[in-house]
Nanobody
Framework: QVQLEESGGGLVQTGGSLRLSCAAS????????MGWFRQAPGKEREFVAT????????YYADSVKGRFTISRDNAKNTVYLQMNSLTPEDTAVYYC????????????????????WGQGTQVTVSS
């Protein structure tokens, strides 16, 4: 069974940057697609980005496209989310998630496409 642990969250001013890390343990995630989601208070969990097992393909929510970059280092069993030009609207708990196998009937942007999750890390952007 795989465990995910996010880190790198914190408090940052508008326009600042943060780099989140998601370290996996228990088994390799090198053959799994991985994603980042976020959830703000009172809102549903929303898709941020996803990356293929090889790192060759990545997809982003429109709200973060051009500002956030997802990447992975399979040798370190770790996934990253580089976040630039942060705004207060990015304030949320950020979750890392992994998918054993994407199903054709479930888009990679859906939380239900993912099989295991981390506990989350808080990101707060002050105005």
């Amino acid at each position: 069974q795989v465990q995910l642990e996010e880190s790198g969250g914190g408090l940052v001013q508008t326009g600042g940057s943060l780099r989140l890390s998601c370290a996996a343990s228990g088994r390799t995630i090198s053959n799994n697609a991985m994603g980042w989601f976020r959830q703000a208070p009172g809102k549903e969990r929303e898709f941020v980005a996803t990356i293929s097992w090889s790192g060759g393909r990545a997809y982003y929510a429109d709200s973060v496209k051009g500002r956030f970059t997802i990447s992975r280092d399979n040798a370190k069993n770790t996934v990253y989310l580089q976040m630039n030009s942060l705004t207060p609207e990015d304030t949320a708990v950020y979750y890392c998630a992994g998918a054993n196998l994407f199903r054709a009937t479930t888009p990679p942007s859906a939380p239900t496409a993912y099989d295991y999750w981390g506990q989350g890390t808080q990101v707060t952007v002050s105005s």
